[in-house]
């Protein structure tokens, strides 16, 4: 019997590249759990308590708009020449590319529902603008946040404040001070901001010595369907805070510096501190946190992050919000509303469904890339980089699923971990990477077209 190597190739056929048949399967495993997801419930009559398109907080609203040209002629530059720009240009150009293309993608997809799609949404009673509008006086706020937190008690808080931390609403109480309260300037930073995500990504990718993995990840980092569900939403500017905590972290780690160790091991804790008061999900940041530091073999920064991470919230302890007394609270009234009556046989899996659709069909092909290299000798250089940061992200992902607390509408609640997931997304094979370009663009284009998602 010939081996795979002494086999003649097929005439006219060209070899197919390791991690083809992985990839392909990856992303048919992502597609299957999407057409499972919408169809299953309404040929079985399922009620999943999730508005009216599972597995998204969406309804079916098919429509064109001012961003639809704009949108369309940035996904055909991109298939064009995205990937040759992302080879080819300087390291300082580019990463303001990245950002430019990743706010060009946002804003355009925002605008297919006009103006109005730039932030309106943050003036939703359900969102944390009005609320900051109304807050005069923050230590009293702080005082009273954990007691009005139950949906029993008297004035409490509206859904998304009552399911986070204070720094949400603070940071929306920020923008109102420095006279950017309204939905439009409000909407605006937050899409700035999330723009700047794949940019601390590509940084913190090249701080572990794998430029090679950032060049080649950028186009699905700058461009895809999450961009959807960043602008504009709390969640977007929770995850670049996240984004940007992470890379101080690795440039911790890989300096030679002492005092630079400990400015940025300091800048990471306060920010992954600051995590810890937007999202009660976000310490699942010390997954990827620990990874960084495995990485770059150095565990110099911990004690120092994990310092000024602690610091942070003892900080809100002081005026009367304590994180561990909140939590509790918290979960008691997650159950008193409509988790309780959303059945988990269905969202354990319907949440990756979900995934999929905002964090593209593509995501499947990215984790089961990095599975196969897995199995097989680990692998070292700046594939290493790649397949521990996003083996690290998809733990993230199968914690917070199976805690039962992200039942639905994990397509805006995952949002800080989807960068994470999609850094395998270099590793897919060369001649796979346009067309899985193409389908992360297209997926947007639908999602934005034929559904009102309502973040």
């Not at 369309?72 to 580019?94: E, K, M, T």
């Not at 355009?108 to 949404?121: H, K, R, T």
């Not at 995850?239 to 800048?267: N, S």
């Not at 980089?385 to 509408?409: F, G, H, P, W």
Request: glycine share 8%; with cysteine; aromatic share 10%.
């Amino acid at each position: 019997m010939l081996s795979p190597v002494d086999r003649p190739l097929v005439p006219g056929r060209p070899p197919r590249e390791p991690g083809t048949r992985a990839a392909l399967i990856g992303a048919g495993a992502s597609v299957l759990l999407i057409v499972l997801a919408i169809a299953l419930p309404a040929l079985l009559h399922l009620d999943v308590r999730v508005r009216w398109f599972p597995p998204l907080h969406a309804e079916w609203a098919p429509r064109i708009g001012w961003g639809t040209v704009p949108a369309l002629v940035i996904a055909g530059l991109a298939l064009l020449s995205a990937f040759r720009l992302a080879h080819s240009l300087r390291w300082g150009a580019l990463l303001p590319l990245v950002f430019a293309a990743a706010l060009a993608w946002m804003t355009s997809l925002a605008v297919v529902d006009g103006p109005e799609g730039l932030g309106q949404i943050l003036e939703h009673p359900y969102e944390y603008l009005q609320s900051a509008r109304m807050i005069t006086d923050v230590p009293a706020m702080l005082a009273e946040y954990v007691s009005r937190i139950p949906l029993d008690s008297v004035d409490n808080w509206p859904v998304h404040l009552a399911g986070h931390p204070p720094g949400a609403v603070l940071f929306f109480i920020g923008l109102v001070h420095l006279g950017l309260g309204s939905w439009l300037a409000s909407g605006l930073v937050v899409i700035v901001l999330a723009a700047s995500t794949p940019v601390a990504v590509l940084i913190t990718l090249r701080r572990l010595g794998a430029e090679s993995i950032a060049r080649a990840a950028a186009p699905f980092l700058a461009l895809g369907p999450v961009a959807v569900w960043l602008a504009v939403s709390g969640d977007a500017m929770f995850g670049a805070v996240a984004a940007w905590g992470l890379c101080a972290l690795a440039c911790a780690a890989t300096t030679r510096r002492v005092p630079m160790l400990i400015l940025w091991a300091l800048a990471a804790g306060l920010l992954l501190g600051a995590c810890v008061m937007l999202s009660y999900g976000l310490p699942l940041l010390g997954v990827l946190a620990l990874a960084i530091l495995w990485l770059a073999r150095s565990w110099w920064p911990l004690p120092i992050a994990a310092g000024a991470a602690v610091g942070v919230v003892l900080v809100f302890a002081g005026f009367g919000f304590r994180w561990w007394e909140a939590y509790p609270v918290l979960v008691d009234r997650y159950w008193a509303g409509i988790a309780s009556r959303r059945p988990f046989t269905y969202w354990v899996w319907g949440n990756l469904a979900a995934l999929s659709i905002s964090a593209g069909p593509v995501v499947g092909a990215s984790v089961a890339v990095v599975l196969r290299r897995l199995r097989r000798p680990f692998p070292v250089g700046a594939a290493r980089v790649a397949v521990v940061l996003t083996a690290a992200a998809l733990v993230i992902i199968l914690l917070a699923d199976l805690s039962m607390m992200s039942k639905a509408e994990v397509e805006r609640i995952w949002v800080p971990f989807v960068p994470w997931l999609l850094i395998g997304t270099a590793l897919l094979p060369e001649r796979l990477r346009r067309p899985a370009l193409g389908l992360q663009l297209v997926t947007a284009l639908l999602v934005q077209h034929l559904l009102l998602t309502g973040w």
